[in-house]
Nanobody, 115 residues
Framework: QVQLVESGGGLVQAGGSLRLSCTAT????????MGWYRQAPGKQRELVAA???????NYADSVKGRFTISRDIAKNTMYLQMNSLMPEDTDVYSC?????????WGQGTQVTVSS
């Protein structure tokens, strides 16, 4: 089993920055892809960014050039640096990890961007 705990959400003004962290505990070896999803009430869950164990990253078009995903394998921690935040980035952000074909999820952290 893998447990994921997110931190770093909060309230920020438009144009500001936040950094989210996701720390994995438990059976963390053999975790391959980790990623961030976001979802607002009544809306479909959206993949924000994902990163492989080798550091290959991909992003949703809506966040390219503003968000940066990274990963510290030794600390079992993934980060999402979010810059130039916009009100439409307001969502609950959840991290996910895939280990041997099984997905694990964190509890989510709220990000609110005020205009």
């Amino acid at each position: 089993q893998v447990q994921l705990v997110e931190s770093g959400g909060g309230l920020v003004q438009a144009g500001g920055s936040l950094r989210l962290s996701c720390t994995a505990t438990g059976s963390t070896f053999l975790i391959n892809v980790m990623g961030w999803y976001r979802q607002a009430p009544g809306k479909q869950r959206e993949l924000v960014a994902a990163i492989t164990r080798d550091g290959v990253a991909n992003y949703a078009d809506s966040v390219k050039g503003r968000f940066t995903i990274s990963r510290d394998i030794a600390k079992n921690t993934m980060y999402l640096q979010m810059n130039s935040l916009m009100p439409e980035d307001t969502d609950v952000y959840s991290c996910t990890a895939n280990r041997l074909g099984k997905d694990f999820w964190g509890q989510g952290t709220q990000v609110t961007v005020s205009s």
